[in-house]
């Protein structure tokens, strides 16, 4: 299996900042995609930042200038960097991670169990 265990959520202030990690662990043979999502409380999940293999970023209009998703490889790691924060970006915050568990098999989508990230004075 692959396991995503993910850290840095907690409580800020507006203004705030925060970083997100997501670890991936396991059988993993390649990781592709990676990706943040979020769930406000009463709203679907949604998309907010994606990283491929080679570094090309894909951001959310909502936090564009405000959020930075980044990867290392060698960790099988994928961060969210968010700066600026506002109470509007309170939701639980999930990654995402496209993987392949051995040479040759299909790509799996993994998710992890979500980081409750609030933005409150």
């Known amino acids: 299996q692959v396991q995503l265990v993910e850290s840095g959520g907690g409580l800020v202030q507006p203004g705030g900042s925060l970083r997100l990690s997501c670890a991936a662990s396991g059988t993993i043979f390649s990781i592709g995609v990676m990706g943040w999502y979020r769930q406000a409380p009463g709203k679907q999940r949604e998309l907010a930042a994606t990283i491929t293999v080679g570094g090309f970023t894909n951001y959310a209009d909502f936090v564009k200038g405000r959020f930075t998703i980044s990867r290392d490889n060698g960790k099988n790691t994928v961060y969210l960097q968010m700066n600026s924060l506002k109470p509007e970006d309170t939701a639980v915050y999930y990654c995402?991670?496209?993987?392949?568990?051995?040479?040759?098999?299909?790509?799996?989508?993994?998710w992890g169990q979500g980081t409750q990230v609030t933005v409150s004075s």
């Open positions: 995402r991670v496209y993987a392949t568990r051995y040479a040759g098999s299909s790509w799996t989508q993994y």
